[in-house]
T-cell receptor, first 116, second 113 residues
């Protein structure tokens, strides 16, 4: 149980284009979903927290107009990187929990984004 | 504010040897603590978690961790390392009132044959 999927697993795009990454909880309803970014050989950096039906809460320094997050249902959240640039290249990981607060986060397999 | 420190960015052990990955936390009250494992180019997999029940927590793949309040530690151990244990390990802390999951810097475990 508690499986989270991400799609695509990797994507290459041209500078200036937008890329959408999907995060799905396959066998549970995720009240809260999280989006992280991870640079090589580094820890995870939380970008934003989203609750179903509400606007996402972004961490300090994360541009909300560049990283659009939608959590339209209890099983799906999307991250859209708008007007991507090479510096946006990274490994993006989502996680989901069944409730806010103390519940355990289950992580997706990650999406490798390369912007040319 | 809560924080997590993992001592040693890289640990190398021989196959069959004891694995010990260190994690110390800073929190005003005993928090929830987690260990995750990450294989190359993959997401994080939950190994085990402490949520104020038993202080010795057993997880998957033969790993266990002991919560020691007096030492503010939550070290991860495995009696006998296997080649497949080679990966990046993250310790994380979360407040009992909720809030963000705060990750340590990670420890890369290498297992030599």
């Amino acid at each position: 149980g508690a499986v989270v999927s991400q799609h695509p697993s990797w994507v290459i795009c041209k500078s200036g284009t937008s890329v959408k990454i999907e995060c799905r909880s396959l066998d549970f309803q995720a009240t809260t979903m999280f989006w992280y970014r991870q640079f090589p050989k580094q820890s995870l950096m939380l970008m934003a927290t989203s609750n179903e039906g509400s606007k996402a809460t972004y961490e300090q320094g994360v541009e909300k107009d560049k990283f659009l997050i939608n959590h339209a249902s209890l099983t799906l959240s999307t991250l859209t990187v708008t007007s991507a640039h090479p510096e946006d290249s990274s490994f993006y990981i989502c996680s989901a929990s069944q409730a806010s607060g103390t519940d355990t986060q289950y992580f997706g397999p990650g999406t490798r984004l390369t912007v040319l | 504010a809560q924080s997590v420190t993992q001592l040693g960015s890289h640990v190398s052990v021989s196959e069959g040897a004891l694995v010990l990955l260190r994690c110390n936390y800073s929190s005003s009250v005993p928090p929830y603590l987690f260990w995750y494992v990450q294989y190359p180019n993959q997401g994080l997999q939950l190994l085990l978690k402490y949520t104020s029940a038993a202080t010795l927590v057993k997880g998957i793949n033969g790993f266990e961790a002991e919560f020691k309040k007096s030492e503010t530690s939550f070290h991860l151990t495995k009696p006998s390392a296997h080649m497949s244990d080679a990966a990046e390990y993250f310790c994380a802390v979360k407040g009992v009132q909720g809030g963000k999951l705060i990750f340590g810097q990670g420890t890369e475990l290498s297992v030599k044959p």
